[in-house]
């Protein structure tokens, strides 16, 4: 079935760096636009980051740019998020979403922990 | 940035009740307006696309309306499980943007 799984989420200390990953299945995923979304606790949804199919059109928030870099592997039906000198405020469950009319499908989800 | 505008934050109704949530942007997104459904501990859902097309899977009883900058996501009559909390966003213009949410909660 179509479906997205994050991993790498885990706790980190502040002003350190983590990688985490989107595994596509049961679609063409180099076919898709992909995104970054990402949720505070308790708080709402924040668009981070796009990327193109073929990876030539990239955007990021503000909140985010210059400190996370969106890419993606269609060989290996797969997107990241290298994310580098973390604050608290980066605390978050991190969701990677297939973009195409509206983000039709999320992943469960990837928690991300800043904290010393 | 476009900056959207949720109303109410919270909505107090019974099942059987008619919902209308409401979602304001501070510029035209023109066709590109979503709503997302998100229930505790899950992912959030697609519920409506380009303002008023269902996703797929999603029950008649929700429907999207509006134009311009006023949008209106409606469930016509609530079911125990519309319970949630419910998103508009706009993929207009950079950076997408989303509301900061409405919340229907059981009365």
């Known amino acids: 079935q179509v479906q997205l799984v994050e991993s790498g989420g885990g706790l980190v200390k502040p002003g350190g760096s983590l990688r985490l990953s989107c595994a596509a299945s049961?679609?063409?995923?180099?076919?898709?636009?992909m995104s970054w979304i990402r949720q505070a606790p308790g708080k709402g949804l924040e668009w981070l980051s796009y990327?193109?199919?073929?990876?030539?059109?990239?955007y990021y928030a503000d909140s985010v740019k210059g400190r996370f870099i969106i890419s993606r592997d269609n060989a290996k039906n797969s997107l990241y998020l290298q994310m580098s000198r973390l604050t608290a405020e980066d605390t978050a469950v991190y969701y990677c979403?297939?973009?195409?009319?509206?983000?039709?499908?999320w992943g469960q989800g990837t928690t991300v922990t800043v904290s010393s | 940035e476009n900056v959207l505008t949720q109303s109410p934050a919270t909505l107090c109704l019974s099942p059987g009740e008619r919902a209308t949530l409401s979602c304001r942007a501070s510029?035209?997104?023109?066709?590109?307006l979503a709503w997302y459904q998100q229930k505790p501990g899950q992912a959030p859902r697609l519920l409506v696309y380009?303002?008023?097309n269902r996703a797929t899977g999603i029950p008649g009883r929700f429907s999207g309306s509006g134009s311009g900058t006023d949008f209106t996501l409606t469930i016509t009559s609530l079911e125990p499980e519309d319970f949630a909390v419910y998103y508009c966003?706009?993929?207009?213009?950079?950076?997408?943007?989303f509301g900061q949410g409405t919340k229907v909660e059981i009365k």
């Open positions: 979403t297939r973009t195409y009319y509206g983000m039709d499908i």
């Open positions: 049961g679609f063409t995923f180099s076919d898709y636009f």
């Open positions: 990327i193109s199919a073929t990876s030539d059109t990239i």
């Open positions: 510029q035209s997104v023109g066709r590109y």
């Open positions: 380009e303002i008023s």
């Open positions: 966003h706009q993929s207009s213009s950079w950076p997408r943007t």
